[in-house]
């Protein structure tokens, strides 16, 4: 397994954090994640056999959410 | 001097599609600002966000299907409403 953590820009509320947190929590090899309003990041627990930090900074892109990979 | 237009930049007006009413269960401007990216990525969409009241009106070729699963990306639900 694998952390990282990516910067998100373009969260307002807890709802934000909320959708993003649901919505990358379920994809294959996601075991955790944590978003922060606050430092504007999410910290994702991943199967490297399933997920990078791109492809993870990809799906929170997907969303219409800016991010980065370097926090 | 003519200054009649040239027959052939009759039919060069901007091609009219219909405006498609979607309801998609905004929150916060966070939420109207996913939308804003989503459909700006698409690139040939024209579209108005009215987030008090929740709805997207998109101008667009590409059919209702795709509009909906596009607008689902932010992680909200969406309704579609109809033609306007
Ligand atoms: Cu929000
Ligand atoms: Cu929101």
């Not at chain 1, 991943?46 to 900074?57: G, I, K, R, T, V």
């Not at chain 2, 209702?64 to 409403?81: A, P, R, S």
Request: hydrophobic share 35%.
């Amino acid at each position: 397994l694998s952390s990282v953590s990516l910067g998100v820009e373009g969260m307002t509320c807890g709802s934000c954090v909320q959708s993003i947190e649901q919505r990358i929590g379920t994809l294959p090899g996601v075991i955790h994640i944590k978003v922060s309003l606050e430092q504007k990041n999410a910290t994702v627990l991943f199967d490297q056999s399933h997920q990078s930090p791109e492809s993870l900074s990809e799906a929170i892109e997907e969303m219409g959410f800016e991010s980065s990979l370097s926090v | 001097m003519d200054l009649r237009l040239p027959a052939k930049n009759t039919f060069t007006g901007v091609f009219e599609f219909k405006k498609h009413e979607f309801e998609v269960a905004m929150t916060c401007e966070g939420c109207s600002g996913a939308v804003t990216r989503i459909l700006n990525k698409l690139g040939d969409v024209k579209f108005e966000i009215d987030l008090p009241n929740k709805l997207v009106w998109i101008e667009s070729d590409k059919d209702v299907d795709f509009l909906t699963e596009t607008l689902k990306k932010c992680g909200k639900d969406v309704k579609y409403n109809g033609t306007k």
